[in-house]
DNA sequence: CCTGTTTACTCAAACGATTTACTATATCGT
DNA sequence: ACGATATAGTAAATCGTTTGAGTAAACAGG
């Protein structure tokens, strides 16, 4: 009867604790030892009858138990998180599934991300990282919206971190990149194939690896096929539709045109699109053009829909997370410098040159 | 000596251990209640002496101690954590910004948010609510990429939740959502200020709460401007460029063509402006086009740039995590539906209507 | 009956903080 | 000199798990 009193006075004057393992364990008249022991599997090996472990998951099942992951964590010193700082990535367009491949990966193991978007400030990035550290993650990742060199945060080297669509000068750090090389020379070979000789290139003025390395790509094709690079072939802009109208008049308004451009980016192509329809020319009958980044948006609105490149950033996403997985428990190496593939997405915007001399030699 | 030894082989055998409160007191010469007072800014109210919160602060900084949030959160009950549950909107290009405002609140208040994105999965989403629940989440945001009617998991009623870009019949929840209608109103107004009276809505086939209430809002603005409803000016076809195509035309092509349109969204008004080129119609000379959400990429490759509405996702994602915040602290309500405003973004795509018959009476 | 092994658990010490209650010393008013 | 008050701390309990070491009971073998 007191005791009676006593409980229902506990039970209404209580702020309502969520049930634990000891509650779990009362009811099931075992141990929290044994409430444990059953809910993370070790009960077969410690000879636990099948009769008991009913007893102890009913239990569970009765007062609603939800194990509290951070005691746990704190008695285990792991907190099954990684951290992902990115500069700018939920705000950008066409890098979110960077971060769906980073999620799904982290999932398959049992693991949640913490995300930070720092909008490139360096202050907000330090005290992300410091409060990550905290929380005791056991790793990070550290993003970028396109591909560029970054100067990382010393913290960085404590524990194991990949860089995801950046590098940096410290080679201790794995990185994934995309392939841009062999995404530009698909994209050339493409254009080549179709016949073209005289291939423009729309170069943006950013001084990014990804300028870099796509113009290499594109040179490395021409080679490949005994086609002579023309510096005069090159024009350069800014990397959005403006850069790309501006620098594809210029290469249209030359006494011999290019019959095809490869573009720095689809936002460049979708400004060739434009120089070409304002001289009357109709794609891809009077020019080829080739964009990279598959911005679904552009290959949307362009007509003929544009044949790109795309840039894999779901698989760099899976693959920084796994690396990173790996790196945490021992099994993998940091310090490797991986590239993924920048697959050819055919659409309508290449045809074969107008004037194709190389149709009698070839054909 | 012996001492000395063991000490050595604890150093060279320790897998180092990160420094933790009790190292800190040891090179303070205090005890851990003194370090925790002193960094949970507790000193003054215990009267604690300058120069022993100075030496404190230098042991800190010594052994470079970083206190470990788990127990931190064991101890005090709480995680300083929200979990925001989404569909799709990692994946989603313009939804991305919900995110940004959702964690530049929860930065404001010293919280972390976890993100998982289910794919619109059932049961990725149950397991990540079970996750989070396990990780001591203090609330949770749910949020959609694009303004509907969802089903909660009846988990969320029992810890604070917002609904961020969606409603549920269960009205207990708080929501937030875009102001549709009015944005809807604000672009039709537009278009009848500058002077058109026959004016042509293309709708989608979806049946979502943003097609009914934009449709709404412009059914509104010509009621209060005194302009009949003509239902034959409604064209209905599926949300992307070419429903809006599709749409369009079958509009243009009606005895009396609309001279402007109001679109469901923006890939949908690209569409008409296509529509209108192929009937040799310039924008906005012979056509004025409104859409709806602002889409970058649409904007920038509309010739002339379209006049559209933004939605508010930015201050919706800062919103919904502001009013989680209340309702965890206790001082803020929770079962309002907050709409946010949806402002006018004009540009070149409207204009006067060629034969304004308006013009001559209201100019 | 005694010893050794297996079975089926339980005990209690961690993990690393926070916080309440307590103590020891110094200072002050009378 | 005495009790009261202020000063400057500390000890120990606690949060909810996990886990290595331990143990009681049952059983087998001799």
Redesign the interface.
């Known amino acids: 009867m007191k005791d009676n009193m006593k409980d229902n006075m506990k039970d209404s004057t209580k702020p309502r604790r969520p049930p634990n393992a000891r509650d779990v364990a009362g009811l099931a008249e075992v141990s929290v030892s044994t409430v444990s022991l059953v809910l993370n599997g070790k009960a077969a090996l410690r000879g636990i009858p099948e009769a008991t472990i009913q007893r102890v998951m009913e239990a569970v099942e009765r007062v609603g138990y ?6 746990a ?2 008695r285990r010193q792991t ?1 099954d998180t990684i951290g992902f700082i990115s500069d700018l ?6 890098a ?2 960077m ?2 491949g980073a ?1 799904d990966a982290a ?1 398959e193991a049992e693991k ?6 720092t ?1 490139d400030d360096r202050s ?1 990035q330090d005290r992300a990282i ?7 993650v056991e790793g990070f990742v550290y993003a970028t919206m396109y591909h560029r060199f970054v100067e990382l945060p010393a913290v960085l080297r404590e524990i194991p971190s990949v860089l995801l669509d950046c590098r940096s000068e410290d080679t201790t750090f794995t990185s994934v990149t995309p392939d841009e090389q062999s995404g530009a020379v698909a994209a050339t070979e493409h254009l080549l194939s179709a016949g073209h000789r005289r291939i423009g290139y729309l170069q943006t003025n950013a001084r990014i690896p990804a300028a870099m390395e796509r113009l290499e790509g594109f040179k490395m094709a021409l080679q490949s096929r005994g086609v002579d690079f023309d510096p005069h072939l090159v024009a350069t802009g800014i990397d ?2 403006s850069g790309g109208f501006e620098a594809a008049s210029s290469l249209l308004d030359l006494p011999t045109p290019p019959s095809a451009l490869v573009c720095f980016n689809d ?1 460049m192509a ?1 400004g060739a699109f ?1 120089a070409a329809h304002r001289r009357g020319m109709v794609i891809p009958r009077d020019l080829s053009v080739a964009g990279f980044d598959n ?4 290959s ?2 362009t ?1 003929p829909a544009l044949t790109t490149v795309q840039l894999p950033h779901y698989e760099m996403g899976y693959w920084a997370v796994t690396n990173l997985l790996g790196q945490i428990a021992g099994t993998g190496a940091a310090g490797i410098r991986h590239r993924i593939a920048c697959p050819l997405v055919a659409r309508d915007s290449v045809g074969p040159p107008k004037d194709d001399p190389s149709s009698r030699d070839e054909n």
């Not at 949640?112 to 978007?117: A, D």
């Open positions: 939800r194990p509290n992951a951070m005691a964590g704190l907190s990535i939920a705000t950008t367009p066409h979110g599934p971060i769906q999620q999932w949640i991300l913490i995300i930070v978007n909008g907000v410091e409060m990550m550290l905290q929380r005791q959005e539709f936002r979708a434009r911005e679904e948006l552009v949307l609105f007509d």
